[in-house]
Structures are given as C-alpha cells and as structure tokens.
C-alpha cells in the first residue's frame, strides 16, 4: 500500500493489480455464464437435443428444430450458446453444428461413465431451494432431504450412475475383502439410504443368488427404487422399504452398504453402531464418500468445489434437519470417517479403493 492510496479511503486502501483483476474477473464471468447455462443443458437433455446430435454429423439449426420438434428461434442463441462454453462445435463455413465423441459421451450418452446431465439436473434442483437455504443461515435450522425440490432426487440418481455402473461390481466390490465369493454363492446385503436404489439393482442383477434390503427414510424415493427394480426385473429379489438408517434391525447380513448418504444423517454414528448390530460377525460394511483429503486445503479444486457446495446446500441441511445434527459434511475425509466407524464397533477399518470422486470404505467387526 503506497502513503498517497492509504489516505483515499476503502476504494483505494488497497492494491489492485489490473492483470490478476482480469484473470479473476474472467473466472467469474466464466462461472456466470456457466451458472446460465446450466439450464441450458436440462432443456437440451429433456428436449433430446444432444441426443439428436449424437453420431457427429453437422446439422443445421432448422434441421436439428424439425428433427427434434422444438423452435429454431429458441435452438440459434441455445446452440450458440453450447458452442461458447465448448459443448458442441461450430462450422462458420456451413454454419451446422455437431457433437465431438467426447462431447457426446459428456452429454448425450446416459450409459456412458463420462455422462454428467445428471449434476446439472440436480444443480438447477438445488438452486430452487436458496431462499429457504438462506434462510437456514441465519436460524442454523435444518432442511431435511425430503424438503427438496424433485430435481435433486432424480439428479443425483442420474448423477451418480455412471459411476456405480462403471465401478461397482468391476471395482469396488472386488476391493472388499472376501465379499465377492459371498454374493456369488448368496448373501444377505442391506443397501442402506439407498435412495432410487440403483446400487441396490446394480448388485442384484450381478448376484442373482443374493438377496437385498434397500432401506431410505424418504417415501417418494422408495417408491421410485421399487419401480426401479421391477424394470430391471429384480423386484423378486430386492425389498425397498422405509426405515430410518439408525432403525436397523439386528440381523446376520453379510454385507451392509451406505454410497453416499452417511454424511447426509443426524447421526452418523448411530447409524454405524446399527450397521454394525445388522451384520454378521465375519460381514462388512462398505461406506462410499465423496472423495477427500482431511484438510479444507487438499480440497481447494474443482472436484472439491461441487462438493463443498452440495455439502452446503444439501448435505450439512439434511443432517441438520436430523436428531444428532453431527453436519459431518461431503467433504469429512479418511481419518475422520475411519475414527466414526472404529468408534462405532468396527475393529478393522480401511479405504478400500477409491475413484477420482469416491472414497470407498471397507469396515469390519
Ligand atoms: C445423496 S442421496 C444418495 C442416494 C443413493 N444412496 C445413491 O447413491 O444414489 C442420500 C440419501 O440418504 C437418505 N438418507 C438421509 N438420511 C437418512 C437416514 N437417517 N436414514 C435413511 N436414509 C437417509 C436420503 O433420503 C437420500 O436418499
């Protein structure tokens, strides 16, 4: 700070560098334009726009509105759009647009590992409930998971499978200490804040001769896990029912899972002590996270960043909004986590494996 600025006031009681001040503003307006066109893509995905792109050939704006019965007035500024923020390609010569297959495999692929529709779904779900979520800054209530808007529960189902499809049984599974042979000759598996069930239908079709409980405190989304699994053809071997996590009934399972729902309880805890009553003393309980490091600074990054704000939105409300109010947080990372399940009658705990967004937990009596 030189003497003539600090004698100017707030405005001028600080250097700023007009070349970090670009950059910084470039970021922004980048998020700004990001933040719009979040929208952008879940009218692009409900309409089918991506999908009648897919195979790369160019198209033009009319073509693509009389393929897909949509408006080319609305379909020039959305394409326009896609093709600023790298979405899809634009031809200038031609003026068609097409998808490249990374592109395609992103947006227009639900199979696809790479597909992330789902996030902007659940983002855009999420983003509906801030004046409720503003409100809870100031009181510290909480906003249970229910309370959301319904874009949030099929987001993140939609979110989430690519990853359960792509590692699941091929990866995780097999990272357990001898889970695999169980399910194969036939186990008992509880699928625990299962939501719309799809690990709980993902293992079942893989293991027939296995038998499963999904459980999830949330009615609606139980209701759309049984829909799940008679479409999957599953529903002889899988029972949803509602129940709350820490409600377990003592049992004998052989393996008791939570992907991505213990951050998201009152009481954690409570919930691992009544996974642990579940199981069989030779069964496991395997806990997918997000993926974190145990300090704030190790996940200071863009992966970090969409956690740290569904932990925000979402996660630290839910748990709020439950007896016990523990808020452990999206981003509670290993040592924590593994301290929460030794406390909670596990004597062996370790990460098992992890993806670039998963922690997975292995913990065992
Ligand atoms: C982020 S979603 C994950 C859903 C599902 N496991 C998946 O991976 O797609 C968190 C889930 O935890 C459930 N949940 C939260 N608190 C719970 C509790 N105390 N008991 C049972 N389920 C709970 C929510 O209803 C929600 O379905």
């Given at each position: 700070?030189?003497?003539?600025?600090?004698?100017?006031?707030?405005?001028?009681?600080?250097?700023?560098?007009?070349?970090?001040?670009?950059?910084?503003?470039?970021?922004?307006?980048?998020?700004?334009?990001?933040?719009?066109?979040?929208?952008?893509?879940?009218?692009?995905?409900?309409l089918g726009l991506y999908a009648a792109m897919r195979g790369g050939d160019p198209v033009s704006t009319d073509a693509l509105a009389r393929r897909t019965g949509t408006s080319a007035v609305y379909l020039a500024p959305w394409l326009?759009?896609?093709?600023?923020?790298?979405?899809?390609?634009?031809?200038?010569?031609?003026?068609t647009w097409s998808m490249t297959p990374e592109q395609e495999a992103t947006l227009a692929d639900p199979d696809s590992p790479a597909f992330f529709v789902g996030s902007m779904e659940l983002a855009l779900g999420v983003l509906r409930d801030v004046p409720e979520l503003e409100q809870r800054f100031r009181t510290g209530n909480g906003f249970g998971w229910h309370e959301h808007d319904g874009d949030l529960f099929t987001g993140t189902e939609r979110f989430f499978r690519p990853g359960y499809v792509a590692n699941l049984v091929a990866e995780w599974l097999p990272a357990l200490h001898g889970v695999v042979p169980k399910l194969e000759s036939g186990a008992e598996?509880?699928?625990?804040?299962?939501?719309?069930?799809?690990?709980?239908?993902?293992?079942a079709q893989a293991f027939p001769a296995s038998r499963f409980v999904g459980i999830d405190y949330h009615e609606a989304s139980i209701v759309v896990a049984r829909r799940r699994a008679e479409e999957a053809g599953v529903s002889d071997r899988i029972s949803f029912e509602v129940a709350d996590a820490g409600e377990l009934p003592a049992g004998h399972a052989d393996l008791v899972t939570m992907f991505d729902c213990l951050h998201d309880m009152g009481d954690p805890d409570g919930a691992a002590r009544a996974a642990r009553r579940a199981l069989s003393d030779d069964g496991t309980f395997m806990v997918v996270e997000p993926m974190a490091g145990d300090h704030v600074e190790d996940n200071l990054h863009p992966v970090g960043r969409v956690f740290y704000g569904a932990s925000t939105l979402v996660c630290t409300?839910?748990?709020?909004?439950?007896?016990g109010?523990?808020?452990?947080?999206?981003?509670?990372?290993?040592?924590?986590?593994?301290?929460?399940?030794?406390?909670?009658?596990?004597?062996?705990?370790?990460?098992?494996?992890?993806?670039?967004?998963?922690l997975i937990l292995e913990a065992r009596p």
């Open positions: 700070m030189t003497d003539t600025m600090s004698t100017h006031g707030p405005t001028t009681s600080r250097d700023v560098d007009p070349d970090r001040l670009d950059a910084f503003l470039g970021g922004v307006i980048g998020d700004v334009g990001a933040t719009l066109s979040a929208g952008l893509v879940v009218i692009g995905d409900r326009a759009n896609q093709a600023a923020g790298g979405y899809v390609e634009y031809d200038a010569a031609t003026q598996v509880v699928d625990v804040g299962c939501g719309h069930g799809v690990s709980t239908v993902l293992m409300p839910s748990s709020l909004a439950q007896p109010q523990r808020a452990l947080g999206a981003q509670a990372g290993p040592t924590v986590l593994t301290s929460l399940l030794r406390d909670s009658g596990f004597g062996r705990v370790r990460v098992a494996t992890t993806s670039p967004v998963n």
